[in-house]
């Protein structure tokens, strides 16, 4: 297990969370903690959890317990409406982009929820598909170029925390390459980055720690230079 990191250091920590959709009980007693600047990776099979930890980061689960603490501040007593506010940005995996609106339009839509997101000139820059396709409705992009807009949504709204949930998935090797270089820009702009994600190939060589999650509970935590040890227990248990 990776040493635990001090808690001044800590943009985010799960202590003991408990997650619920009506009866069903998701999660079962979840502890991790990421630290600013990191990228973390929840690493398991469909069905694990990993993706019910992001909504319950996002408060959108039908009821949590533990604690959720945010910068510092405790949000599991908080609306889900609120905790963008905290900084943190959701890109889920459906996407949700405005099919109606053209790419600009979708990127100014959202509100600035806290002072230094990037101006469009520079989500331009770091999305030159989306530049180009600036005028197009969302009805006429590509997954990857929907992938690129939801990701580029979260960044304009001065997020510093952001929680992605499977962004490579159904995209060409082009595209997830282009994925791999926009994490390493926002790594390098010490933006704080958990990434749900089913391809252990794209995660492996971008995360500082990864955690292994099944039927709702950590398994494991590995840190970069644990992972080399760790291949092949992992393959067996992602099925890779």
């Known amino acids: 297990m990776a040493e635990h990191l001090p808690l001044e250091q800590e943009q985010l920590r799960l202590s003991n969370v408990h997650a619920f959709y009506g009866e069903s009980h998701v999660l079962h007693g979840i502890d991790l903690r990421v630290h600013r600047g990191e990228l973390v990776t929840l690493l398991g099979r469909n069905g694990s959890g990993r993706s019910t930890i992001l909504k319950s980061i996002m408060g959108m689960v039908g009821r949590r317990t533990g604690s959720i603490m945010v910068n510092g501040k405790e949000t599991t007593h908080l609306p889900a409406f609120r905790i963008p506010r905290l900084g943190t940005g959701y890109c889920p995996e459906e996407r949700g982009i405005f099919a109606s609106l053209d790419v600009e339009e979708n990127l100014l839509l959202p509100p600035t929820v ?127």
């Open 114 to 240: 806290r002072s230094g997101g990037m101006t469009l000139d520079e989500i331009y820059e770091m999305f030159p598909n989306l530049y180009e396709r600036r005028r197009s409705q969302g009805t006429r992009l590509s997954g990857g170029e929907q992938q690129m807009l939801a990701m580029a949504r979260i960044l304009r709204s001065g997020a510093n925390l952001l929680l992605l949930d499977e962004i490579t998935e159904g995209l060409a090797p082009v595209i997830v390459q282009k994925l791999a270089e926009v994490l390493i820009k926002l790594k390098q702009k010490q933006l704080t980055i958990i990434l749900v994600e089913q391809n252990f190939r794209f995660a492996a060589p971008l995360a500082d720690r990864h955690y292994l999650i099944e039927h709702g509970r950590i398994l494991d935590e590995i840190s970069a230079a644990e992972l080399p040890h760790k291949v092949d227990m992992l393959h067996r248990q992602l099925g890779v």
